[in-house]
């Protein structure tokens, strides 16, 4: 310990101390920094995973991130907006697709629907509906209609027969002739 016998040497023992140490400092202030930037790093490497312990949300990760196959990225983009992520629709306004027998049934009904839009009163599960789904012939290729309705008719417990883009064509061109949206009677009385 060094001693001093005033408040000016004391003062100057303390700032050449400061100025010895002062390499120290900055090593260790350098450490400190790089130590940290590694730290972030490493931290934006490894972002924590969330891990969905019922699987519940797994199909609806999937298809916000594009990753659920072409079908999923046509429903995301065209039909989730108003039949939403798990095809249950919103009662009174747009019909669950789960479990729909013009979802399941014959693939040329669906087909159909994509093709040509649907509208007119409905009713489903009790519940009323009178909306308008527009045509997506001129937005959707037979290969993203395919890819859609097998997306509706494989999923959220959907079990039917997949399609193919040929099948997409052949009702293309069997109901060329066809203007508007189907009404339910039509599009049964059209089969
Ligand atoms: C703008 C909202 C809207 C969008 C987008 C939409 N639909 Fe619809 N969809 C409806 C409405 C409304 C009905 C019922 C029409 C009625 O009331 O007659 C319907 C009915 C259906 C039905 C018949 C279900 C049943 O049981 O009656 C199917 C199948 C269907 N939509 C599939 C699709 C697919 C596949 C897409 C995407 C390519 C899509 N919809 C996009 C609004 C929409």
Redesign the pocket.
């Given at each position: 310990m060094s001693t001093c016998d005033d408040v000016s040497s004391c003062l100057m023992q303390f700032v050449s101390g400061l100025v010895k140490n002062s390499s120290t400092y900055l090593l260790t202030l350098t450490g400190l920094v790089l130590f940290t930037g590694c730290y972030a790093f490493v931290g934006d490497e490894a972002p924590p995973e969330w891990k969905d312990p019922e699987g519940s949300a797994s199909d609806i990760a999937a298809i916000a991130a594009g990753t659920g196959g072409p079908g999923a990225s046509?429903?995301n983009a065209?039909?989730a907006?108003?039949?939403q992520m798990n095809g249950q629709g919103i009662p009174k306004?747009?019909?669950n697709?789960v479990g729909?027998?013009?979802?399941v049934g014959d693939p040329a009904l669906?087909i159909r629907?994509?093709l040509h839009g649907?509208?007119?009163?409905?009713e489903?599960d009790g519940i009323s509906?009178?909306?308008?789904?527009?045509p997506?012939k001129n937005d959707?290729s037979d290969q993203e209609i395919a890819d859609?309705?097998n997306y509706?008719r494989t999923n959220w417990g959907n079990d039917a027969s997949e399609i193919t883009a040929e099948d997409v064509k052949a009702q293309r061109e069997a109901t060329r002739a066809k203007v508007g949206a189907y009404t339910?009677a039509e599009l049964k009385s059209s089969l």
């Amino acid at each position: 310990m060094s001693t001093c016998d005033d408040v000016s040497s004391c003062l100057m023992q303390f700032v050449s101390g400061l100025v010895k140490n002062s390499s120290t400092y900055l090593l260790t202030l350098t450490g400190l920094v790089l130590f940290t930037g590694c730290y972030a790093f490493v931290g934006d490497e490894a972002p924590p995973e969330w891990k969905d312990p019922e699987g519940s949300a797994s199909d609806i990760a999937a298809i916000a991130a594009g990753t659920g196959g072409p079908g999923a990225s046509v429903y995301n983009a065209k039909c989730a907006v108003c039949h939403q992520m798990n095809g249950q629709g919103i009662p009174k306004v747009y019909p669950n697709l789960v479990g729909s027998s013009l979802v399941v049934g014959d693939p040329a009904l669906p087909i159909r629907i994509v093709l040509h839009g649907f509208n007119g009163p409905i009713e489903r599960d009790g519940i009323s509906y009178n909306g308008v789904m527009q045509p997506w012939k001129n937005d959707l290729s037979d290969q993203e209609i395919a890819d859609v309705v097998n997306y509706v008719r494989t999923n959220w417990g959907n079990d039917a027969s997949e399609i193919t883009a040929e099948d997409v064509k052949a009702q293309r061109e069997a109901t060329r002739a066809k203007v508007g949206a189907y009404t339910e009677a039509e599009l049964k009385s059209s089969l």
